[in-house]
Antibody
């Protein structure tokens, strides 16, 4: 069974940093591209970042470019999101999501999300 | 960035109704469109990809159509489990972008 479990969320002050983790199991993690998607409470979905299976390709939304860094450790079956210079606009549930087996860009498995709250 | 616009934002319907949600892209995306269902407190679940391909395990009452800039998600006979929020997503160009969502409520 495919499982994605996020962790690392919490309350952080504006300007602070946080590192999210996503532990993957039930599939060959090293064969799949991965993504982070966020959702502000009560709002819609916003794609945040993408990383290819080998980490050779990374993409970011303009809203986080230069502040967030996506990475992965295929030996540990883990995905990460380093978030710096956080603002209130970054408050959201953060989901890790796997690229579809057959279709890049379609997100076929999602974690349960971890809440990041940026507030003083 | 490609803007995705869904209509309506909210839809009230009864069990058994045929429901259609529309998604428009600000520029052509061929058939690179997916639909997701999200229930409160849960992660989204993919229903349709490549505009009209049904994801494995998704009931056949869900269908998708369209290409270019106009797309629709149809639920042929609404079931109690279908009351949720639905999102379209384009994956033609980065950044991937989502519609604002359509909430399907009980009438």
């Amino acid at each position: 069974e495919v499982q994605l479990v996020e962790s690392g969320g919490g309350l952080v002050q504006p300007g602070g940093s946080l590192r999210l983790s996503c532990a993957a199991s039930g599939f060959t993690f090293s064969s799949y591209s991965m993504n982070w998607v966020r959702q502000a409470p009560g709002k819609g979905l916003e794609w945040v970042s993408y990383i290819s299976s080998s980490s050779s390709v990374k993409y970011y939304a303009d809203s986080v470019k230069g502040r967030f860094t996506i990475s992965r450790d295929n030996a540990e079956n883990s995905l990460y999101l380093q978030m710096n210079s956080l603002t209130a606009e970054d408050t959201a549930f953060y989901y890790c999501a796997r690229d579809h087996t057959m279709v890049r860009g379609v997100l076929d498995y999602w974690g349960q999300g971890t809440l990041v709250t940026v507030s003083s | 960035d490609i803007q995705m616009t869904q209509s309506p934002s909210t839809l009230s319907a009864s069990v058994g109704d045929r429901v259609t949600i529309t998604c428009r892209a600000s520029q052509t995306i061929s058939s690179w469109l997916a639909w997701y269902q999200q229930k409160p407190g849960k992660a989204p679940k993919v229903l349709i990809y490549k505009a009209s391909s049904l994801e494995s395990g998704v009931p056949s009452r869900f269908s998708g159509s369209g290409s270019g800039t106009e797309f629709t998600l149809t639920i042929s006979s609404l079931q109690p489990d279908d009351f949720a929020t639905y999102y379209c997503q384009q994956y033609n160009n980065y950044p991937w972008t989502f519609g604002q969502g359509t909430k399907v409520e009980i009438k």
